[in-house]
């Protein structure tokens, strides 16, 4: 079962308004990822995370791997109409080898 | 670069008969392929690991006589659906990693929609 505890489950925001989003476990993950998904495609990678307090940032989006281990975030800055998706994190546990496990998605609607 | 496909994208079939779906990698070798269902408005459900040239990992409550994997080459991995029923009907998204970035991202295809009748 889903071991990563993603919120909020959906936001509707107006275009141009500032996003947060965020997943915790109870686990300690080695890595965070943040992928987005739109309608009938797969997933497409946004940020990958592999340091305790590491900020990387992908032009409007930032995401930061919490101090520890346990959480991650994910910010949108000045949210356009085609930020519109639902948005996934992952993380990969030290006794998992290379498998991801997934949180359950925050579902983003912007209106124009 | 980091490109994943998927054939067929959508398949319709009859209950009883076996679905094959391919996923490739087009411009590294992927030792390591990954199975994904996903129901609507849930999240992906990992179904098993692929790995060249050895037999897949499934997880947990996954039939693996059920969901057949085969992963001959560096970039190619195929799941069989066998006497697939109604239920069997969701979303299957392969994905795959390049050891060659040296991280742990995967990158996933774009899906096969299976709708069993």
């Known amino acids: 079962g889903q071991q990563l505890n993603q919120s909020p489950q959906s936001m509707f925001i107006q275009e141009g308004e500032d996003v947060s989003m965020n997943c915790t476990s109870s686990s300690i993950f080695n890595t965070w990822l943040w992928y987005k998904q739109e309608p009938g495609e797969g997933p497409v990678l946004l940020i990958a995370?592999?340091?305790?307090?590491e900020l990387t940032s992908n032009g409007r989006l930032t995401a930061q791997f919490g101090i520890t281990r346990k959480d991650s975030f994910l910010n949108i800055s000045a949210s356009i109409p085609s930020d519109v998706g639902i948005y996934f994190c992952a993380g990969q546990r030290e006794t998992s080898g290379s498998r991801l496990t997934f949180g359950e998605g925050t579902q983003l609607t912007v209106n124009p | 670069g980091a490109v994943v496909s998927q054939h067929p994208s959508r398949v319709i079939c009859k209950s009883g008969t076996s679905v094959k779906i391919e996923c490739r990698s087009l411009?590294?070798?992927?030792?390591?392929m990954f199975w994904y269902r996903q129901f609507p408005k849930q999240s992906l459900m990992l179904m098993a690991t692929s790995n060249e040239g050895s037999k897949a990992t499934y997880e947990q409550g996954v039939e693996k006589d059920k969901f057949l994997i085969n992963h001959a080459s560096l970039t190619l991995s195929t799941l069989t659906v066998t006497s697939a029923h109604p239920e069997d009907s969701s979303f299957y998204i392969c994905?795959?990693?390049?050891?060659?970035?040296?991280?742990?991202?995967?990158?996933f295809g774009p899906g096969t929609r299976l709708t069993v009748l």
């Open positions: 994905s795959a990693r390049d050891p060659g970035r040296g991280g742990l991202e995967q990158f």
């Open positions: 995370l592999y340091k305790a307090g």
């Open positions: 411009d590294f070798q992927a030792t390591t």
